[in-house]
């Protein structure tokens, strides 16, 4: 399935390129967070895989999409459907560039995506799951309608929360 660009009032979602490694480095360069099993100092091979799964991902039907700003081609971040081969369901994910946190464009991008998973794949839940340290996906899952749904042990054997998401939300714009 060829991926669906996606716009939003202030941003554009778009599938990953390989003309997109350098946005990819730029993230893991900077990122303060732990993304499935790489943090800080992941090597050029491991970004690289990172790019080429994201873009592979999409014969499923669903994937990563690139977020950037109306009317500006720079990726600010990431939103999208994952669901590794080894992992026990499909999860709603996110990454954005620590200087464009705070204007609620993963909030905004995450709306969209869930729409996506519910009118255009009909899927009847959509979930998401982070480390218990994850506070700000915590949050953020909170304000996206979510609800902790129950909690699971995943392949890497991390405890991690599962959340329900709505497919219409509610709570506070970003």
């Given at each position: 399935?060829?991926?669906?660009?996606?716009?939003?009032?202030?941003?554009?979602?778009?599938?990953?390129?390989?003309?997109?490694?350098?946005?990819?480095?730029?993230?893991?360069?900077?990122?303060?967070?732990?993304v499935e099993k790489y943090r800080y100092?992941?090597?050029?091979?491991?970004?690289?895989?990172?790019?080429d799964q994201d873009i592979a991902h999409w014969s499923k039907g669903f994937g990563m999409w690139?977020?950037?700003?109306s009317g500006d081609a720079t990726v600010v971040g990431g939103a999208g459907i994952c669901h590794p081969d080894d992992w026990p369901s499909h999860e709603l994910t996110w990454w954005l560039m620590p200087d464009q946190r705070?204007?609620?464009?993963?909030?905004?991008?995450n709306r969209a995506v869930i729409s996506f998973a519910y009118d255009n794949l009909g899927w009847p839940m959509l979930e998401t799951h982070f480390r218990d340290e994850n506070t700000a996906a915590r949050k953020l899952a909170t304000r996206l309608g979510g609800a902790k749904i129950r909690r699971d042990q995943f392949p890497d054997n991390v405890?991690?929360?599962?959340?329900?998401?709505?497919?219409?939300?509610?709570?506070?714009q970003p």
């Open positions: 399935m060829t991926a669906t660009t996606i716009t939003t009032d202030r941003l554009t979602l778009r599938a990953p390129a390989a003309s997109d490694l350098a946005a990819y480095v730029s993230f893991y360069a900077v990122s303060d967070t732990k100092r992941t090597s050029a091979a491991e970004i690289q895989a990172i790019l690139l977020i950037t700003l705070g204007h609620g464009y993963a909030t905004e991008a405890w991690r929360d599962v959340y329900a998401l709505p497919k219409h939300q509610s709570g506070p």
